[in-house]
T-cell receptor, first 111, second 116 residues
């Protein structure tokens, strides 16, 4: 069974400090990992996915297969980063790309 | 691009009535749409996968006769909660995927359903 674990429900970080939101997964195969973000009063939107290896809004995430982790990082937090962040996993890769979500981490940036 | 519209955004109705929620992909064709349910302070739980022109695939524990899903076109999927009861009160969210390749899911705003 596939499972996504986000150990921190709440995370508060001072503006300008580094941010790391943890995500660990369980999947027997090669998963695709995503980070979704939900800003206040807005819909869930894709932040980044591991296959793209992009940096979006200063955030990066590296898939570590050995540790089965996909932690989200940003070197310098900004106030507009305050939001709910969900890590998600999908697999198999073709046809039925169901997403399994973690429970989410609410990130609050302290001015 | 990749806008998903969900309607209504909020509905309150009496116990025993049926409620239909629409999910539309406004600027792309979605061969696959997904329906999620989210309880307060919990994660999104996949209810079913909806493929255009075929029967939906329901997750374990989700009642097919309770949550009717229709995906009649490449831009519209509907979820009907039949004979709704207070325990069906929840936040329902749909998402849609473009056709082909490894496409991400794009989410609607969600529908808050309250059954009195």
């Amino acid at each position: 069974a596939q499972r996504v674990t986000q150990p921190e429900k709440l995370l508060s970080v001072f503006k300008g400090a580094p941010v790391e939101l943890k995500c660990n997964y369980s999947y027997s195969g090669s998963p695709e990992l995503f980070w979704y973000v939900q800003y206040s009063r807005q819909r869930l939107q894709l932040l980044l996915r591991h296959i793209s290896r992009e940096s979006i809004k200063g955030f990066t995430a590296d898939l570590n297969k050995g540790e089965t982790s996909f932690h989200l990082k940003k070197p310098f937090a900004q106030e507009e980063d305050s939001a709910m962040y969900y890590c998600a996993l999908s697999g198999p890769p073709v046809g039925n790309e169901k997403l399994t979500f973690g429970t989410g981490t609410r990130l609050t940036i302290i001015p | 691009g990749a806008v998903v519209s969900q309607h209504p955004s909020w509905v309150i109705c009496k116990s025993g009535t049926s409620v239909k929620i629409e999910c539309r992909s406004l600027d792309f064709q979605a061969t696959t749409m997904f329906w999620y349910r989210q309880f307060p302070k919990q994660s999104l739980m996949l209810m079913a996968t909806s493929n255009e022109g075929s029967k939906a695939t329901y997750e374990q524990g989700v009642e097919k006769d309770k949550f009717l899903i229709n995906h009649a076109s490449l831009t519209l999927s509907t979820l009907t909660v039949t004979s709704a009861h207070p325990e069906d009160s929840s936040f329902y969210i749909c998402s849609a995927r473009r056709q082909g390749g490894s496409q991400p899911q794009h989410f609607g705003d969600g529908t808050r359903l309250s059954i009195l």
